[in-house]
């Protein structure tokens, strides 16, 4: 069975008299509406809806219905236009008395334009704002850039509310705990070149004093008395990975025993690329993931690297959601992943299930090429790799 309920539906509300407030929805129109978002939530993809022209009759635009979707984000910019308005005021009131009636499936993130925003009407001046008022000196490009970020997490958080209670229909668990939980980021890196460390601390520091992310680090976060292998091969399993992939990385045996052990449990992982000059041997498996090009001094980079990670958590969370309920009607021979197949995964795939071996493995489109998918039939011609889309369409057939 195909759910056709979307899983999260996003609403960017604006005032009509905001000068810069469509071009802020627009900017988030155009993240969340990603083909890379889109192939693995299927359908329609995220949805991004605009409320701010007054409907016929009204000083406000249409009211939102919270039953639409399995998660409803609304995004309010409030500002001075929005604060004077006293139909406004009680719309994104409303709202946010609404949204509070469906738990942590639906919230309403309040974004302060001005330092007046946080006198709001009451229900919204209870919740805590996304602070774009505090982040002088940027761009509006980086603004908007910070803003999708630190929604993308919030997004995750309410993801993981909704697949736990789909995990878990007959528990009732605590909603907040499980929202609360901070997503956890493993850095992968070298210290046999200059740069490995240097960058690894700084992505650690920028982590822990402007994210409230958690970050593992191996100098840091392994006890002592306890073996390396097992508390990294732990936190491997548990975390978003990157790897920061200076000249060195390659010829190191632990970084490769990092890479591989994210690629076998399918975590979120993206590579940053801080080659400098040439390493005799590129380690294969650092492939099939998204890669970031970062100059070692470029300090900037480390936020595009962050975010672009964050982005494979929540893509990561919507081929969760997508696969759930197909999943749990299906034979054992049938297997999903969360990223388009390579070497490693079909071989861990087929190791872990030799009792009903896998002879369909379903993967997020696009399809694979002629050409990889002629390779891996090399391998094994009874193994049918499908994307999505064309396993659907098989079996409608």
């Known amino acids: 069975m195909v759910s056709t309920t979307p899983f999260l539906s996003v609403y960017v509300a604006w005032h009509p008299k905001f000068a810069i407030g469509e071009k802020i929805a627009e900017a988030l129109h155009s993240h969340?509406?990603?083909?890379?978002?889109?192939?693995?939530?299927?359908?329609?993809?995220?949805?991004v809806i605009f409320r701010s022209t007054p409907i016929e009759t009204l000083a406000t635009p249409l009211k939102i219905d919270f039953q639409d979707s399995a998660a409803t984000a609304v995004v309010v910019l409030v500002d001075e236009n929005l604060n004077n308005d006293p139909a406004w005021i009680q719309y994104v009131d409303e709202l946010a008395q609404n949204a509070e009636k469906f738990g942590l499936r639906a919230r309403v993130f309040p974004v302060a334009m001005c330092e007046n925003a946080y006198k709001t009407g009451k229900s919204v001046r209870e919740l805590n704002f996304i602070r774009w008022d505090g982040w002088f000196g940027d761009s509006l490009e980086d603004k908007q850039r910070k803003l999708a970020f630190q929604l993308t997490y919030q997004f995750c958080r309410m993801l993981r509310v909704y697949l736990t209670h789909l995990e878990h229909p007959d528990k009732n668990p605590d909603e907040l705990t499980v929202y609360l939980e901070r997503v956890r980021i493993f850095i992968s890196h070298s210290k046999h070149d200059d740069y490995g460390e240097k960058i690894s601390k700084k992505i650690c520091d920028s982590i822990s004093s402007e994210n409230d992310l958690d970050s593992f680090f191996?100098?840091?976060?392994?006890?002592?008395?306890?073996?390396?292998?097992?508390?990294?091969?732990?936190?491997?399993?548990?975390?978003?990975?990157?790897?920061?992939?200076t000249d060195s990385f390659s010829s190191r045996e632990w970084c490769r025993r990092e890479v591989l052990t994210a690629k076998r449990h399918n975590v979120p992982f993206v590579v940053a690329n801080c080659i400098t000059d040439f390493e005799e041997r590129g380690f294969p498996y650092m492939g099939n993931v998204p890669v970031i090009r970062m100059e070692p001094e470029a300090d900037h980079r480390i936020s595009f690297v962050i975010a672009r990670l964050m982005d494979e958590v929540l893509r990561a969370f919507l081929w969760k959601c997508r696969i759930h309920i197909a999943r749990s009607s299906l034979p054992a021979n049938i297997q999903f992943l969360p990223r388009a197949p390579e070497l490693i995964s079909l071989v861990t795939l087929l190791r872990d299930n030799k009792a009903t071996p896998v002879d369909t493995v379903i993967y997020p489109d696009p399809p694979l090429g002629y050409e990889e998918l002629d390779l891996f039939e090399s391998?094994?011609?009874?193994?049918?790799?499908?994307?999505?889309?064309?396993?659907?369409?098989?079996?409608?057939l």
């Open 379 to 396: 391998l094994s011609s009874n193994l049918q790799l499908r994307s999505y889309t064309q396993w659907l369409a098989l079996q409608s």
């Open 32 to 47: 969340f509406r990603r083909n890379l978002l889109t192939n693995v939530a299927g359908g329609a993809g995220v949805s």
């Open 218 to 245: 191996d100098v840091t976060n392994i006890p002592p008395g306890v073996q390396f292998s097992t508390v990294i091969g732990h936190n491997i399993k548990l975390s978003a990975v990157v790897a920061v992939h």
